[in-house]
């Protein structure tokens, strides 16, 4: 499995290049923006996931992750020393799958790349079933059921199940949400207009809604449904 690590600290990036190598990751390493750019542009296909500093000398992590989603889908995971919220929701905006903030342990990026790729590996696509708790997405003919029990649901509510569905376990902002279900079936979506639709699918799907699992609020960032 090949992973591309940019980090302009040479220092941060051997030590990385190290360990994942221990871990069998094949490891490229980039320092600059401009580089990696070029690497990802040739041979983005042959990446499982990327590991991007958000603070680079000749620009950020944010313009690569950009490239990396108009090309391919694979998993990007931020490094920065900036742990403030603003920073956060941005990288989740743009696609991000995870931001870990240094200084960090080698283990915990670990723990967090295997967890990103697991949630890939269960959103593969063509997957006629999708699975979550009790509830079952039979994606062909576009149904859904609770146990034994279909659930009625709108366009827009099956749109955003399917959301949740393909990204298990990753918390999904609300600009990312309403970017993906924006105009289906010839509705207006806002800001209102999701929290609306979450409740409702809340109160279809979950045991209890005011205390749901399978769609959960975290508190800043948006929304995350359970694995």
Known sequence: M??????????????LEYSLQQEQYEVVISH????????IKERHEQFSIYIFDLNLPDGSGYQLCRLVKSLHEAPVIFLSAIDEEVNI???????????????????????RMKSVLRRYQLAAPNKSIISIGDVQIHTIEAKVFKGRQEVALT?????LLL????????????????????DVAGDF?????????IKRLREKLEDDPAQPELIVTVRGLGYRMGE
């Not at 090949?2 to 030590?15: N, P, Q, S, W, Y």
């Not at 600059?32 to 690497?39: F, G, R, Y």
């Not at 979506?189 to 639709?197: I, S």
Request: aromatic share 8%.
């Open 2 to 15: 090949k992973v591309l690590i940019v980090e302009d600290d040479r220092t941060i990036a051997a030590g």
């Open 32 to 39: 600059t923006v401009k580089e990696a750019e070029a690497i």
């Open 89 to 111: 929701v941005m990288g989740l905006d743009m696609g991000a799958d995870d931001y870990i903030t240094k200084p960090f342990r080698v283990r915990e990026l670990l723990s």
């Open 155 to 159: 366009a827009l509510e099956y749109r």
């Open 163 to 182: 959301i949740f569905a393909n990204h298990p376990g990753q918390v999904l902002s609300r600009n990312q949400l309403l970017e993906r279900i924006w």
């Open 189 to 197: 979506v806002n800001d209102n207009t999701l929290t609306v639709y």
